[in-house]
């Protein structure tokens, strides 16, 4: 079958590879109708997130047709349509039970590598280096499915593979973003970053009763995208984003800030991002924590900061002191997909939001490599590029 494999930094190809096939009673193998280029998977290309390996496939926002299961998977049948979390989760561990799917102890088979990392073991994610479980992706014709009977839900034929896609990953990240934020009604919100996360950050927010959100990017599609969610805009190439957020909120700031962007943020020339960048290139630190610094800085007193960007390593100079003395609350994590599905679902069917708003390029698995380009580069507008491998 053809798929997109990674080669090594900055080189990602499409490829023939071996189908999938059933290993385990729990599988399930999808031939995959769509699946979406993340900003995740920009940190794999530009060779951030360590433990890659050439020859992996990547991709781990999917849907598809079920096409073989496992003997164990009895809620699914052959030829459902179903959209998969990005998180491999069992479903019964002590995590799992808890919600925290994103941390299910049982699904990654490389947990010493993630152990010696970080101290414990995230859960496998699809497509994302042999450290988190070093699962094939599915940017590519076929999926097999680990855990099938937990993850997958079905799409009802009212809802298209546009609205239903983002399901597995980054409508649940924006959702949880905007909970972790802690927001109570009529707050601000500070979103930095208005790539797809952002976008879906800014649209959770206000369905969880914020009363104003201030989002903040340089590139003026993303920048007029959030304005069409609700979102009043600072364009960071402009001015300082901190003067910019106090002046706006009289000086007290605002009550929760989402840092949407991670470990590759831009600095447009602020003394801190250019020494990250340096010290990144040069493996003396592995994120460029600009924005988280910039989040922390912002916020006001007692409040909270979310982090849904993706950071992989050590970050340096983040103002512990800041934080400690303005009281703040930081959450994130990799999403717990699982949790998210079936009521952001439901909130598609109602008519609450169309997720297929961020879609700008629908595009071949054979322009994977082109399209993992533009969007890096955020040229030709591209702000979502939606892949079929099957036409
Ligand atoms: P993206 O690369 O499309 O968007 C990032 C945006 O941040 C870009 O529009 C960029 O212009 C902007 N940006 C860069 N520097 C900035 C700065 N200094 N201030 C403000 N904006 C700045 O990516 P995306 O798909 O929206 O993903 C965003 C982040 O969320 C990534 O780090 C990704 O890995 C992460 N993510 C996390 C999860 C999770 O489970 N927690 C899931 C999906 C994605
Ligand atoms: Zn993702
Ligand atoms: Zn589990």
């Not at 010290?279 to 910039?294: G, P, Y």
């Amino acid at each position: 079958m053809r798929a997109l494999v990674w080669h090594g930094k900055g080189d990602v190809r499409v490829d023939n590879v071996a189908e999938p096939e059933i290993q385990h009673p729990r599988d399930a193998i999808i031939k995959v109708t769509a699946c979406a280029i993340c900003g995740s998977d920009l940190h794999l290309l530009d060779g951030y997130q360590p433990t890659m390996e050439s020859g992996d496939i990547l991709g781990h926002e999917n849907m598809g047709e079920v096409v073989a299961l496992g003997s164990e998977v009895t809620n699914l049948k052959i030829g459902d349509r179903v959209v998969v979390p990005f998180t491999i989760s069992c479903g019964d561990c002590w995590f799992c039970r808890k919600g925290l799917f994103s941390a299910c102890e049982r699904t990654n088979p490389n947990a010493e590598m993630a152990i010696k990392a970080m101290g414990h073991s995230p859960a496998g994610l699809f497509g994302f280096s042999h450290m988190l479980g070093g699962y094939c992706g599915g940017q590519a014709e076929y999926l097999r499915v680990p855990m099938a009977d937990i993850g997958p839900i079905k799409v009802p034929d009212s809802v298209s593979d546009e609205q239903a896609l983002f399901l597995s990953d980054i409508f649940p990240t924006g959702y949880m973003a905007a909970e972790n934020a802690q927001i109570e009604p009529g707050d601000t919100v500070a979103v930095w970053g208005c790539g797809p996360v952002g976008q879906f950050a800014i649209r959770s927010a206000l369905m969880l009763g914020a009363g104003r959100i201030i989002a903040i990017d340089k590139v003026p599609e993303r920048l007029a995208m959030a304005e069409a969610g609700g979102a009043e805009t600072i364009d960071f190439s402009q001015v300082d984003v901190y003067d910019e957020l106090q002046f706006r909120t009289k000086g007290r700031g605002p009550d929760s800030c989402i840092d949407a962007v991670g470990c590759e943020a831009a600095g447009h020339g602020a003394v801190d991002a250019v020494v990250d960048k340096v010290k990144a290139a040069t493996f003396l630190a592995t994120d460029r924590v600009h924005v988280l610094r910039q989040a922390i800085m912002s916020c006001r007193m007692g409040g909270t900061v979310s982090v849904p960007g993706v950071y992989v390593g050590m970050g340096d100079k983040i103002p512990i002191g800041a934080m400690m003395n303005k009281g703040l609350t930081i959450k994130s994590g990799q999403t717990h997909v699982q949790r998210y599905t079936k009521p952001l679902l439901a909130r598609i069917e109602a008519g609450d939001i169309d997720p297929s708003f961020v879609v700008t390029h629908p595009a071949s698995l054979e322009d994977a490599p082109e399209m993992y380009k533009k969007f890096r580069d955020k040229e030709d507008g591209v702000i979502k590029v939606v892949m079929r491998p099957h036409g």
